[in-house]
């Protein structure tokens, strides 16, 4: 906690100070742990050093410092410890997977000879043939867990038709919902990344096959609606689904090093990390700290407030939100109307702040009721907290405090990073705060 608050992150960083820095060497009772031992004191307690910030968002309380008001949402990009230059995709994996195994039997004809009937057969000499293969493998290996797990659910299983419909997207919204349904469960079972290089070859190639079968699976789930459903007006389909066949093979790209991050858009660049995402009250107490892996904001407000609520409830807090603002990103209709129908009315609006003129087809009904309330002296003087509480605080951690990137991998380890981070830097309020309020 003492090296994040005095912006020391890294393991190595922190053995040096337990050296020279005598503030470390009280702490530590002047020992010096070696780097490798820190690294895995965090590895090892990765759970409960999350959780300390929660006890310090009790401590705020107690203190006076989370008071019910305007929360802000928002989102900011870091870089994760990975290269954008390991990004690999289907076929490099396969390339990769057989060339080890062509290495591994150059060196045993090497030490028994040639020609003794196990070569590598023909089909891998093509990238083709190393997909079919790969793909084969991932499959029988699938087929294995779902034996010794149970019956495989249904392909409709866990869809909501009434929520997927009221959003207008077709067949689109199927796939999307069964992707973000495949995020939860990686969520439910992450865990450390491989240090074996070969290991995280075969996660990488797990990975992109799960994202395929997500994609098969919601596709599925969709002309099951067509084929069982009605349109909103009661009336049944009229004709089957334009024919939709996924790609054979899987597409897109993992990071070999860090295969939890993705390629991140940011004002400037592109960054390969996480999307870290912050709640933010007016005396700029950060009430929850969450990590998301996808690039866009657009479904980020709901879990953000529902984590908020949960931070609060755990520290023992009864003040609730009474507004929470964010900017267009976090425009989401369906979780704008669950918060606004759990008593937490949001301002968003519906035009970026780059954005010449109103967006495109986003005209009448609520987005002019958005624009008009956002216009008016009272929304207009609530919704310009946030940019006076989140915004300050992602400044001052990215310049003042000099976090420019994750140092840990997996998405697991990087939330904690993140709370840690976040507690820290209410820890730093605190301590300002008592301070600033104690007598001579």
């Not at 995402?277 to 479904?299: K, M």
């Not at 109103?358 to 002019?368: A, I, V």
């Amino acid at each position: 906690m003492y090296a994040y608050s005095t912006k020391v992150y890294s393991s190595r960083a922190i053995e040096c100070h337990c050296r020279q820095d005598i503030a470390y060497r009280v702490i530590t009772a002047n020992r010096v742990p070696d780097h490798a031992t820190i690294a895995r004191f965090v590895r090892r307690h990765q759970e409960p050093l999350g959780e300390l910030f929660g006890l310090v968002l009790e401590l705020c309380g107690k203190a006076g410092l989370v008071g019910s008001g305007v929360v802000a949402i928002d989102g900011t990009k870091l870089a994760g410890n990975a290269s954008p230059n390991v990004n690999v995709d289907y076929g490099q994996i396969a390339r990769e997977i057989i060339g080890q195994a062509i290495a591994t039997d150059e060196a045993e004809d090497q030490q028994h000879g040639d020609a003794r009937g196990d070569e590598l057969p023909s089909e891998l000499s093509t990238d083709q043939g190393r997909r079919a293969w790969l793909a084969r493998e991932l499959a029988a290996e699938r087929q294995a867990e779902q034996e010794e797990d149970g019956e495989e659910p249904e392909p409709d299983e866990g869809f909501d038709a009434a929520e997927i419909v009221a959003r207008v997207q077709g067949r689109e919204g199927w796939l999307r919902e069964a992707k973000r349904q495949l995020d939860r469960d990686r969520w439910r079972t992450a865990g450390p990344i491989a240090r074996s290089r070969t290991e995280r070859l075969w996660d990488a190639g797990r990975r992109l096959q799960q994202e395929l079968h997500a994609e098969a699976r919601g596709n599925t789930a969709y002309e099951a609606y067509r084929a069982q459903g009605r349109m909103k007006n009661g009336r049944r389909f009229g004709g089957p689904p334009k024919p939709y066949q996924p790609p054979a093979s899987p597409p897109g790209q993992v990071n070999l090093t860090d295969p939890d991050s993705h390629l991140m858009k940011t004002t400037r660049s592109f960054v390969q990390g996480y999307n870290a995402q912050a709640a933010v009250n007016e005396q700029q107490i950060v009430l929850a700290a969450e990590i998301s892996t996808e690039p866009v904001d657009f479904s980020s407000l709901g879990p953000m407030i529902t984590a908020t609520l949960r931070e609060l409830e755990q520290a023992g807090l009864t003040n609730k939100p009474e507004v929470a603002v964010a900017d267009a990103g976090f425009w989401n209709e369906r979780q704008m109307d669950e918060l606004a129908g759990a008593g937490i009315p949001v301002l968003i609006p519906p035009d970026s702040r780059t954005r010449k003129g109103e967006r495109p087809g986003w005209t009448g009904g609520r987005y002019s009721w958005m624009r008009r309330l956002l216009a008016t002296e009272h929304g207009s003087e609530l919704y310009r907290k946030r940019a006076q509480s989140i915004e300050p605080v992602f400044g001052h951690t990215k310049h003042n405090r000099q976090f420019t990137h994750f140092h840990r991998r997996g998405r697991a380890a990087v939330r904690t990073e993140w709370r840690l981070l976040m507690a820290t830097h209410n820890l730093t309020k605190l301590h300002k705060h008592q301070i600033a309020t104690a007598g001579p």
